[in-house]
Structures are given as structure tokens and as C-alpha cells.
């Protein structure tokens, strides 16, 4: 089968691999129908994921079709058509029990990392029965491939953990797919205002068509002092940092409340100060979290109900032969315009 493999920082290849075996009676083997790129692939590119060993068939998103079940798989039959989650959760560890998923002690954030991934024909899924997902019969397949990572990301380590509640004040610093997924699962909690912070024009007028009530192209560096001005030098309730740099996390510090939230959803590759010295009288809190998934069947329910379309984030498609375009594609999303590029196996 073709799959695209992480040869070390900088380096992949579209190559030939044996189809995937089913090893525990617990996996099942998906044929991917659809599949995408996430800023993680490029981090773990960059070389900032050491768990990600060269070898490593990437990808941690997609839909597809279930293949082969081992004999301890029950929720799911061959034919039936799955999303697939970036977590593996084995459901009985500790963390599992307490709906901890990412930390699943038996599976966690594996796929694409420390097991191979969804840029592939097909992929071998751990613990089956509580990593993938029936997708109802008719839904827009497009938009489900949003369900395998981004939308429970933003919702979970931004909106979630950022606490948003009706009437507030908030701040999204990275208006990248994730940054987005945050704004669109925002809505739910009606805040009053909505400030979305990036250097990338595109992106921003995409925010505004989401739904932002404010937008700031950060590229001049007075984004903090526009935000202070705009909030009655309050700062915002919730600042979700949805970039992944030292230089977006000091944003968030600069820009909250008091008594506000910095919800950290960026995979950090590097050390990024915290001004504890400027903060510690502000009764603010920091989060970190890497996504459980755990609110994925409820993120579901709202596409299908077409409270939300996420669909709206994939700008273009490709087949899985031209997956090195795709890369090229999303890696120059400036040029591009890219935002979710869509992968047909
Ligand atoms: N915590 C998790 O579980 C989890 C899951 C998935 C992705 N992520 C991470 O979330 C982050 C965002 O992902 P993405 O796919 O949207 O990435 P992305 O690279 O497409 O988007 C980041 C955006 O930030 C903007 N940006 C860069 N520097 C900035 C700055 N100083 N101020 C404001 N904006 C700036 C860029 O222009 C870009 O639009 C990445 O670090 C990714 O690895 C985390
Ligand atoms: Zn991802
Ligand atoms: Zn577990």
C-alpha cells in the first residue's frame, strides 16, 4: 500500500508499505477514504515531536471504511464507516476512566507518532471499539474529517478549558485551523466578543466570515497595546493560544484579565517564558491539555444538526499519490491560502 513516511526532521517520502497487520484482538484494520495534514505533522517534521522515530508513517486524522476486526472488537463490523480519532484510548486504564483519554496509558496521542498513521491506504487502529466512530448513515463525510482532531482540539483545550462563558471577552491568538475550531465551537457559549490575532490577512478575513467580532493582524506588533484599547484596558477573559510559539504565548500573557484564563492548545518545541513576575497578582491560570477526544459523539451530534459546519475549513483536495503536493500546499498555507487540505485514499 502507499503511505507516506517521516524520514527524520525534514525528510518524507510517498513509499510502499506492507498492509498493516492486525496484531491484538482489540485493533481493527480501516481502509482510509479520506485523510488529512495537521500542524502537528509539520511540527513533528520540524523535528520537534522526539517520539515521532524516523520510519514513522504519518497522519492522525481521517475517515474510512473498517476492513478487518480482530476477535475482541464488538462495536464495529467489517463495511462499517468509522472516523477515526487522533487518540487511541484503551477505556478500562485510570486516565481512560476519568475520560482522560490523551493519556490512555495503554495508547494516548500513538497514531502517527509512536504508532503508523492515517496517510496510508490503510491503518492499523488500537483498542477499536473506543477509538473510532460510526458515522450516521448520509452525513457529509468532508466535514467528519474535522471530527478526528481539530474541532474536539479547539473545543477541548480552548473553549473548554478556557472556560467561555456567555458575555465574555476573549482572544484567539493563531487563526490557523485549530485557532478556528475554537472560534466555530465557541458560538456555543455566546461570548460578547470574539478577537481573533494573527499575522496572516487571509486567515483573518476567513475569521471575520466565522464569526470573530474583531480581527488584528499582529505583524506590526501592536496587537497587545489594540487589544488593551479595545477591551477598556481590561484585557480578555479567556486567551486561547492556538499557535504554538514563545512569541503567541507571551501574547496571551500580556493580554489577559484578571481573573482570566490562558488556554494553551500550541504544541511547543521550545521554552517560552512565563512573566510570573508581572502576573502573579492577577489571579489568572494557565491550562495545557493535549486532546482527549472525549467530546467528539457530542461535536458530532452539532454538525450533523448543523449548529456548526466545519467543513468550511478544507481548502483543497487532493488524492493520496500527490499527498508531497499536499505537504507543499499546507506548508506555504501564507501563499496558499491553505487551510484543511483534504487527502482521498
Ligand atoms: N494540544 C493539542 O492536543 C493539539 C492538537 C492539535 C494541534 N495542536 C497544535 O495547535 C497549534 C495550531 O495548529 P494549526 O494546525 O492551526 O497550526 P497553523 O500553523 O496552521 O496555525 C498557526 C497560526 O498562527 C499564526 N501565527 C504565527 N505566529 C503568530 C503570532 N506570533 N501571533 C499570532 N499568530 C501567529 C500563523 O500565521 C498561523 O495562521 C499547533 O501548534 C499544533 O501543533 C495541538
Ligand atoms: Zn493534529
Ligand atoms: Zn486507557
Redesign the pocket.
Known amino acids: 500500500m502507499k503511505a507516506l513516511v517521516y524520514h527524520g526532521p525534514g525528510k518524507k517520502a510517498l513509499e510502499d508499505r506492507p498492509m498493516p497487520e492486525i496484531a491484538a484482538p482489540t485493533d481493527a484494520a480501516v481502509k482510509i477514504v479520506k485523510t488529512t495534514i495537521?500542524?502537528?505533522d509539520l511540527?513533528i517534521l520540524k523535528g520537534d515531536v522526539p517520539t515521532c522515530a524516523p520510519g514513522r508513517i504519518l497522519g492522525h486524522e481521517g475517515i474510512g471504511v473498517v476492513d478487518k476486526i480482530g476477535t475482541a472488537v464488538t462495536a464495529f463490523h467489517v463495511g462499517d464507516r468509522v472516523i477515526v480519532s487522533c487518540i487511541s484510548s484503551c477505556g478500562k486504564c485510570d486516565y481512560c476512566r476519568r475520560g482522560m483519554y490523551s493519556h490512555c496509558v495503554n495508547g494516548g496521542w500513538i497514531l502517527g507518532n509512536k504508532i503508523d498513521g492515517t496517510q496510508a491506504e490503510f491503518v492499523c487502529i488500537p483498542f477499536a471499539d473506543t477509538s473510532l466512530y460510526h458515522i450516521p448513515a448520509g452525513a457529509d463525510e468532508d466535514a467528519l474529517v474535522m471530527l478526528s482532531?481539530i474541532l474536539p482540539?479547539g473545543f477541548e483545550?480552548g473553549v473548554l478549558n478556557g472556560k467561555v462563558q456567555p458575555g465574555s471577552t476573549i482572544a484567539i491568538?493563531?487563526?490557523?485551523?485549530?485557532?478556528l475550531a475554537a472560534l466555530l465551537t465557541a458560538h456555543f457559549y455566546s461570548p460578547a466578543e470574539i478577537i481573533m490575532?494573527?499575522?496572516?490577512d487571509n486567515?483573518l478575513q476567513m475569521s471575520s466570515r466565522f464569526g470573530a467580532t474583531a480581527i488584528i493582524n499582529?505583524k506590526d506588533g501592536k496587537g497587545v497595546e489594540k487589544i488593551m484599547e479595545m477591551t477598556g484596558g481590561r484585557g480578555v477573559d479567556t486567551a486561547i493560544e492556538?499557535?504554538?510559539?514563545p512569541?503567541?504565548f507571551i501574547?496571551c500573557q500580556d493580554i489577559v484579565a484578571p481573573g482570566g484564563i490562558i488556554a494553551n492548545?500550541?504544541?511547543h518545541g521550545v521554552k517560552a517564558d512565563l512573566h510570573l513576575e508581572r502576573l502573579w497578582d492577577r489571579n489568572i491560570a494557565i491550562t495545557t491539555?493535549?486532546?482527549d477526544t472525549v467530546t467528539t459523539p457530542m461535536l458530532l451530534k452539532t454538525v450533523q444538526s448543523h449548529r456548526i459546519d466545519p467543513k468550511q475549513l478544507i481548502t483543497h483536495h487532493f488524492k493520496l499519490d500527490k499527498i508531497m503536493d499536499a505537504y507543499d500546499t499546507f506548508g506555504a498555507?501564507a501563499k496558499t491560502n491553505a487551510l484543511k487540505v483534504l487527502i482521498e485514499a
Open positions: 495537521c500542524g502537528t511540527h482532531d482540539t483545550c491568538v493563531g487563526a490557523g485551523p485549530i485557532g490575532v494573527d499575522l496572516d486567515r499582529n492556538a499557535v504554538g510559539m512569541a503567541s501574547t492548545i500550541g504544541v491539555r493535549l486532546v498555507a
